[in-house]
């Protein structure tokens, strides 16, 4: 018998050599599972057989090392199996668990040889499985458990929930927050929008609870419509009508709410909390139903619990780059400029030299920053060239970055200054010589004017002065200059006169 079967095999395994010789080496048996699992959940495997050809006839032979084991006999190239380790049996086996897989090919009646193997291994747990992530939407270096204080935070209680088993039967889910011992939030949906303002370290824990059915509940289902239902579809028949009656039938449905009435009180428990808000997505349908039908037959519900955890850092982001210094340089001299910043320590700097202007695109990082706890440094370079440049400080810390350009010029002492430095003095003296030039002309066509209005001054209406008071003359003499528009200018011997009228003064002086 046994040679004749080592005969048969290896004329087989001859003939098909692919087949049969990669059974055991080749990673032809891609096996998948949903782990990590909770006890009273299923977790799912899937194997797909790569290089299954048409028309193979499989034995997939599914086990773990837990007694379960099931041969399904099934032509396909792929495959899934699904176990569920209830509490009550399971409870002592969580940890590490490895399902095999052994795929058999039927070559002759009765005659099976291995085609392909492979196993996979998951965890079996008795709390939820899940975690924390933290999230803010608008830092730009978001980095693992480092968060900015200026932007809101997003924490989520991901729980690992397979095909969304838990979701579809949430009858009662309760996320309850703990930051440092001083917030405490509780929501009935997974996320929690908190501003976290202060810098430091923060231990951020979420307790979940969740009580599940044993069955799929859908919103619109339960014990007692289940039956309405049934009646909705008999009827169905009639097109037009059902269509209609549709929404009076789901109308009717509200009769069993006045139990969750009752239930949901415990439902908004948050007491309008200021700093905090909940947010996310995870259906809760009620547990008035269990509670209703589970005091009667078949409806169970199951608690389950999670704790997760997380620590994070709170930062200060880097808001100002003060920078001081010349940056504009005579050739040959140093660049030397302080730099000081704002934010959380440590800080990590570098640089980068551009010739020109330079556009920052925003994607600038350094690849060796050299850190500090302090913001407070110098920065010394020497340029080769004349010409401006750019120089690119680039200021990081665990929550931002900051890309400052600082345009340099370094002027040549030779020409370009020379150039700029003759220009503007002699424009300023054209300016100046112009303003004298103008100056003086003006001043000479003012004198005139004035001479003019000198020489206009005349007295010559009142011939006999001697008999006049200085006073009186001078009084006349003007009312003559307001009036005396209309002189005869013509006549000469005003002109004549004038002499006498201004020495005339000076007499009547030494008179007195
Ligand atoms: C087993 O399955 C895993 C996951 O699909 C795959 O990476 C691995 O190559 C498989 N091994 C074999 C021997 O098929
Ligand atoms: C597990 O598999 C069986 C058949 O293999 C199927 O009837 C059952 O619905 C599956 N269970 C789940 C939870 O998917
Ligand atoms: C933050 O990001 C969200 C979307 O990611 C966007 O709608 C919002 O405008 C951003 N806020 C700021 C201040 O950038
Ligand atoms: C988030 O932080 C960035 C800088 O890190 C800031 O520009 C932005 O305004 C912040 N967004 C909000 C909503 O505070
Ligand atoms: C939070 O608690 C941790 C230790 O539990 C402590 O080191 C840290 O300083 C606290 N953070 C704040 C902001 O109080
Ligand atoms: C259902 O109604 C549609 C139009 O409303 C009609 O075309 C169709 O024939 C009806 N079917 C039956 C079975 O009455
Ligand atoms: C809820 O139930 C209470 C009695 O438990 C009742 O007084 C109240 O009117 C009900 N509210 C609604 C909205 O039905
Ligand atoms: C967080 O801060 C931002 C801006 O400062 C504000 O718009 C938002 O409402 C705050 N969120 C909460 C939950 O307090
Ligand atoms: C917070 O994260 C959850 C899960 O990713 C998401 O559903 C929710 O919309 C987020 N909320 C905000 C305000 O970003
Ligand atoms: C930067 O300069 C501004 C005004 O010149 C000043 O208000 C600010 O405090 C300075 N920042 C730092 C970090 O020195
Ligand atoms: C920088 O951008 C400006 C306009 O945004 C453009 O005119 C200039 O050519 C750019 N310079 C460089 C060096 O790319
Ligand atoms: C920066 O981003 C631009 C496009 O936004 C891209 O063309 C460029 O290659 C990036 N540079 C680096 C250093 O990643």
Redesign the pocket.
Known sequence: MKPIILLLVTVIGVSHPGNYVSANDDSNLLLTNSGPVVLDMPIWFHAELIDYEEGEELEWQWSDDLFHAESIYLNAGTASWNITYDYETYDWYTGRRVVSLNVKKKFAPFIWLPRAKNSTDYTLTTYLNGKVSVVQPNVTLQTLDRISTTNTTNLTAVIHDPRDYMKQRTEMISFSWIINNTVHASCSTPSLIINITDPGDYNIQANVVIELADHVITTTTSTTTTTTTTTTTTPK????TT?TTKPTTTTPTPPPTPPTNVTTTPDPPSPTPPDWKCDGYWPEYGFYRSKAAGSGTYSRSILKLGYFNVKVSASEPITQVNVTGNTWLKHGALLNLSVLCTGSKPWGYCSQIHPGNYNVTGNETCYTPTMTNDCNFPIIHYFRDAGTHTYLLIIQNDVSLKIHPIPIVIYNVDRKPQLSYIIIPVSCSLIVIIIIVFGIAYFIQSRDRYSVEVADFDFGASEDTEYKTLCEQLKEAFTQAIKGQDWDSDDDSKWLNRSQIVERPRILEEED
């Open positions: 028949p009639s097109n037009k269509t």
